[in-house]
């Protein structure tokens, strides 16, 4: 009686086994990827174990070097960069440009060692979504991230602050930043912004959410250094008169 009852459940759980592989990689596919540029590789080290434990990011790629990243970036396609300042071929800061050249709706996060009071504003001018200390946790960092993914900027409260003193202090066409700071995408939401587009209509022509065209929006008015919704469309409306419509 033992030895056909053995054989029985040894068949039942054979029949069963093959059903284990093809749930497996649906849950993997559902993973966003995230690649590292950084020349240190214990940081790549301990920034990959970070991000892998999160259910729903995995590192697909690393690179040490700016051409390198852009390599991966078109092999690799990832869903967020996140790329440290000082490179040995370039800086993240020119890096960064170059990947929204080739990639722009590519979210940045520039991860540095390097005092964001210096370099938080440059990077938001090179493309970069977001700018972070190394030395912050790892929740904050994975915070960071998630925030990118959703189509959001992130800055530490402190340069958010400093910004925004900033803008009510100083004030004039002087401090507007040149549109040649602005992305490939960035400048098409400007143009069509200044061409008297909603946000909804905005989202439409360019197969985005709104959600997404409200954080261009924020980040627009960011680099272009204005303080209000009414202020960027006064820009983009004098712009578009100047340079022609699309």
Request: aromatic letters at 4%; one cysteine or more.
């Amino acid at each position: 009686m033992k030895t056909k009852t053995a054989p029985k459940s040894v068949a039942a759980a054979t029949a069963t086994a093959p059903a284990l592989p093809d749930s497996a990689p649906a849950a993997v596919s559902h993973k966003l990827k995230v690649l590292l540029v950084d020349d240190h590789p214990i940081t790549r080290q301990g920034m990959k174990a970070l991000v892998n434990q999160q259910p729903n990011l995995e590192v697909c790629g690393e690179a040490d070097n700016a051409p390198y990243a852009i390599e991966l970036v078109g092999k690799l396609q990832p869903d967020l960069a996140i790329v440290d300042i000082a490179l040995k071929t370039t800086n993240g800061i020119e890096l960064t440009k170059n990947i929204k050249v080739q990639a722009p709706n590519l979210p940045v996060l520039i991860v540095s060692m390097h005092d964001e009071g210096l370099y938080a504003e440059r990077a938001l001018r090179a493309g970069a979504m977001g700018y972070l200390m190394k030395q912050e946790a790892g929740e904050k960092i994975i915070a960071a991230i998630q925030r990118l993914l959703q189509g959001e900027i992130y800055l530490s409260d402190k340069i958010k602050e400093k910004m925004l003193h900033r803008f009510v202090n100083k004030k004039g066409d002087n401090m507007v930043f040149s549109i040649d700071t602005l992305s490939d995408r960035e400048m098409e939401v400007f143009q069509l912004i200044g061409n008297g587009y909603s946000t909804r209509q905005i989202a439409q022509k360019l197969s985005l959410s709104s959600k997404t065209i409200d954080s261009y929006r924020e980040h627009l008015k960011l680099k272009l250094n204005l303080e209000s919704g009414a202020d960027l469309v006064r820009h983009a409306i004098q712009w578009a008169r100047n340079e022609g419509s699309m």
